[in-house]
């Protein structure tokens, strides 16, 4: 495809491996059924148009070699959305504040990557309005990261570095809240590099345990 987006896509899938297969994957297969995912969307054609055997003629391939690598268009196109985003951190582990500061640079990260690509920042927004591959875009992307960040506050309580009275899952929302209104809800607004340490440190501020 000759963009930056489509290499480091491309890269970021044949380094991925795909558990419970009987069979290890091509990667020139892989990116061919990849980059014809790209060609389609770049020619504008919207996702819920995108069938596999539109899809198999575009990547020249035959309808079953996409099957034996995907159940269907929805876990095939979440697996390529989740290729192209920056892929998620390993967490320090040192200290809660450190951990959450590295979960909110990685969103920092996935913002500029879809305000830069007209492309992914189109196919975001066609997912919102498909409920089924939504539903498993949360399910396999969003909701293992709203996971990591609750057990990151729940070592903070037990820990001894947050107050143990507040409620876990509202509190991650608070922490990721700033983060996600910048990058989505007004686009127009910058993104600095620092931005995480920012947002963390302002909320602990008032989330500290009150020491005797």
Known sequence: MGTE???SLADSRDR???PGRGRPRSEAVERAIVEGVMKLLEDGVPLADISIERLARTAGVGKATIYRRWSGKEELFVDVLRGAEP???ELPGLSMRDD???????LRRRGLVSRSSAILHNVY???????KLWAAYDA???APRRQLGYEVLRRGQQNGELRDDVDIELLNDIFVGPMLVR???RPDTDLPEGLAE????????????VRP
Do not use: H, N
């Open 5 to 7: 987006f489509d290499v």
């Open 16 to 18: 991925q491996v795909c």
């Open 87 to 89: 892929a998620d951190p």
């Open 100 to 106: 959450l500061v590295v979960l909110l640079e990685s």
């Open 125 to 131: 927004a066609q997912m919102k309005s498909s409920p």
């Open 140 to 142: 396999t992307v969003i």
């Open 183 to 185: 990058s989505v809800m």
């Open 198 to 209: 920012q947002i963390v440190d302002t909320l602990l501020e008032g989330l500290r345990p």
